[in-house]
């Protein structure tokens, strides 16, 4: 095997791999999504001559991922924050920009919300464009049925959350327009008037 | 995937909420920047070994069996049991009646049993001065049997036999090993009890039996193997009027334990002050040396 066997078998599913490992560590930081994807790489990339069939390299490198991600939401509590940080001397590689999903907010914090399992498999679904029957196969499943009602079940969970999100975030937005009079001492009372009334 | 229907009947703000539009944004997302860095940063941060050239290969292949072959070969040393000796005392004259009857008892030809008359000096403290007349010397009859198959079990069997029959003073086993040289695999596979490559000629084993024999008795005969009607090995022990070079080289010492005891004052008579000083005070040493192993043990 040489190297640029692995990256060109990698590339057309590159973009697909690092979407899919960001909104999987969705509710994680930054820095932690970057530890599951270099790690995953790494893994993939040692172990690339042990896959016989690589006509199947993407649903094996997305299943690393996956495994991966489990791994790091396991693994103990002070090691979440040692990361694979670049030696001096070696080339930086950084697989997440700072601007990353900024305009998916909303998906991004619904997704945080439902379980680990659950985000893997809508993800694997809606992002890798895996069927049913290799989602069921990454995630060791045993049956289809299982993975069916889990998309289901998840799809209709993050409905919820979206709305949910989306109607606070309008509340928020016309309460701070309401309150904007520039007047600081008439808000100041208006706000300790409904605290009084929650109290 | 079919986009969801119900997904803008839920929405009650009725805004951009389609849940597959949201993750289309989310699968188009480009990272092409960070995919031109990744091969370099595979490549320094792999701790995969890089592959050998078949040449190599094959090279370190044949390199390796032929150490393997080399270290096999290495001749090693082994002590391998070749037979037991069965050597006895007792307090009697030796006659025709009592080889028979111990060669009864141990289930052994009369030719294989060797008998001889010893001296046997009783260990005492004796003063070097008074050392010529104050030896408390006793004939004794030393008997000798060779199993020359290694079976310690029918060494003893033999043995509880005819110490069972006659009262000896002392009766013991003695194993007859030889040193034996063979590569180290033969070596091993010995060791497991299975025979490969040739094992010790019957030259070999009547040559070690021999040397065993007179460092370890006083017989003066000669061990010859021969085979019973049931093709069993059992060995014979002629004894060699002529003298052999063992009898020659022995030392005064020794001599001095073997002769009858007429003889022996006569030899004694003969000898120097010094030399009698000097053989009493090796005796004294020897059983002094014997009395201390006792102890320890």
């Known amino acids: 095997m040489s190297d640029s066997e692995f990256t060109d078998l990698l590339k057309p599913h590159y973009d697909d791999a690092v979407n899919y490992c960001r909104a999987l560590c969705s509710g994680s930081s930054k820095a932690e999504a970057e530890d599951v994807m270099q790690q995953s790489l790494l893994k993939a990339f040692e172990n690339f001559d042990v896959l016989r069939d690589k006509g199947s390299f993407k649903s094996w490198f997305f299943q690393i991922i996956t495994r991966s991600f489990y791994n790091s939401v396991r693994k103990p509590f002070w090691s979440r924050f040692v990361s694979l940080n670049s030696e001096e001397g070696k080339v930086a590689f950084q697989v997440f920009e700072d601007e990353l999903f900024e305009d998916n907010q909303m998906l991004i914090a619904a997704l945080s919300r439902i379980s680990k399992k659950e985000r893997a498999a809508i993800l694997l679904f809606e992002i890798g464009g895996f069927p049913i029957e290799e989602i069921t196969r990454i995630q060791n499943e045993k049956s289809e049925s299982t993975v069916k009602s889990r998309l289901s079940r998840t799809r209709k969970k993050l409905k919820e959350f979206m709305v949910m999100l989306e109607t606070e975030n309008v509340r928020m937005q016309g309460f701070a327009s309401q309150r904007s009079t520039n007047d600081l001492y008439h808000e100041t009372s208006e706000i300790i008037k409904e605290i009084k009334s929650i109290g | 995937m079919k986009p969801l229907k119900s997904s803008k009947k839920l929405n009650p703000l009725g805004e951009n909420m389609n849940l597959p539009d949201a993750f289309n944004q989310l699968k188009n997302t480009k990272h092409d920047s960070s995919f031109e860095n990744l091969g370099e940063w595979l490549g320094q941060n792999t701790s995969k070994p890089k592959k050998m050239k078949s040449l190599y290969k094959i090279a370190a292949s044949l390199t390796l069996t032929a150490l393997i072959f080399i270290a096999c070969s290495i001749p090693v040393q082994q002590e391998e049991e070749i037979g037991y000796m069965i050597k006895g005392y007792i307090e009697t004259e030796i006659t025709v009646d009592l080889r ?191 009395k201390a192993q006792l102890k320890e043990n």
């Open chain 2, 100 to 290: 028979t009857q111990l060669a009864d008892a141990a289930a052994v030809k009369l030719t294989q049993l060797n008998a001889n008359t010893v001296l046997h000096e009783e260990e005492q403290e004796i003063e070097i001065v008074d050392q010529a007349e104050n030896n408390f010397t006793q004939s004794m009859a030393e008997i000798v049997l060779i199993l020359p198959d290694a079976d310690i079990n029918l060494a003893n069997e033999k043995k509880n036999s005819m110490a069972a029959k006659f009262d000896f003073h002392s009766i013991e086993v003695l194993p007859i090993e030889e040193t034996v040289e063979r590569p180290f695999y033969e070596a091993a596979l010995h060791n497991l009890d299975i025979k490969v490559g040739k094992e010790l000629s019957e030259e070999q084993v009547v040559e070690r039996i021999n040397t065993f024999l007179h460092e370890n008795s006083s017989s003066n005969g000669r061990a010859k193997i021969s085979l019973d009607e049931q093709g069993n090995r059992f060995v014979e022990i002629a004894v060699d009027l002529s003298g052999d070079n063992h009898q020659v080289k022995r030392t005064v010492e020794r001599l001095y334990n073997e002769l009858v005891p007429n003889h022996a004052k006569e030899m004694r008579d003969n000898m120097t002050k010094e030399e009698l000083m000097e053989l009493k005070q090796k005796e004294i040493d020897k059983a002094k040396a014997k």
